[in-house]
């Protein structure tokens, strides 16, 4: 099994009754979260005990993609549960510190140069243009491929990594309407772009403003994009 789970869409900050960036990867029987943001562990623990959580990727250490690392720290720590293996940026040195720290966790940083071998799934790193140091990931299992953009300005060179994805979740805060040209965030319109570019199979939408009209962006992405929608927090994706 090659899944996608969407635990929370939202960034920087969660809708009313959401949550921020945060998705799990079930790769055959394991369990990988990608980014850990606000709100996001009282979701999972309404799919999985945390004991079942077998890895963390941080994209970046941004607070609304590492919000509840420190709370699931303690909750590892209480219930007396083996390290749990984190992948992370090493920057900004802060965050990376307060992490890299915690006695439950058994950190590892990770670069462009970096590949990981996790549960018989290939995982790889691509920079991105953000205000703090952050990759995309690409995690290729059983012939099939999935990239997360991570947070992300429209880049070609994104569109080169993540080369006939079957699934390829995007960052696309607004629409291009609503997308100022300071704004470290890709619109809908320049999502669907790199996923079309990409020659991807499907478009999954995220990382989506709370203010945003999600119809509208759904709607613009299309235009470029037929096969897209905007995830739903809770929701499976098969890849």
């Known amino acids: 099994m090659f899944k996608l789970t969407i635990i929370g869409k939202y960034g920087p900050y969660p809708k009313a009754g959401g949550a921020t960036s945060s998705y799990l990867l079930t790769i055959g029987d394991k369990h990988v979260l990608i980014d850990l943001g606000s709100g996001s562990l009282t979701r999972i623990q309404q799919i999985m005990d945390i004991s079942d959580i077998d890895a963390i990727i941080f994209s970046h250490l941004h607070g609304d993609h590492t919000a509840d690392a420190a709370v699931l720290g303690y909750a590892v720590m209480l219930k007396k549960l083996p390290r749990i293996s984190v992948y992370l940026p090493d920057a900004p040195q802060p965050q990376y510190d307060a992490i890299r720290k915690m006695e439950q966790f058994e950190t590892e940083t990770i670069s462009e140069a970096t590949t990981i071998d996790l549960f018989g799934a290939n995982v790889t790193f691509k920079q991105t243009q953000h ?5 995309a ?11 997360f953009s991570a947070d992300t300005v429209y880049d070609t060179s994104l569109s080169t990594f993540a ?7 995007c960052d696309s805060a607004v629409t291009h309407a609503n997308h100022p ?19 991807a199979k499907r478009l999954l939408l995220t ?13 613009e992405a299309k235009k470029e994009f037929d096969l897209c929608v905007v ?8 890849i």
């Open 231 to 238: 995830v739903e927090e809770g929701k499976d994706y098969y």
């Open 207 to 219: 990382h989506i403003s709370p203010e945003a009209d999600e119809d509208q962006i759904f709607i």
């Open 181 to 199: 040209d300071a704004m470290p965030h890709p619109s809908a319109k320049q999502a669907a772009l790199m996923a079309k570019e990409a020659g």
């Open 137 to 147: 990931i690409k995690v290729a299992y059983e012939n099939k491929a999935f990239v």
């Open 163 to 169: 080369k006939d994805c079957d699934v390829f979740l």
């Open 131 to 135: 205000p703090v140091l952050c990759y």
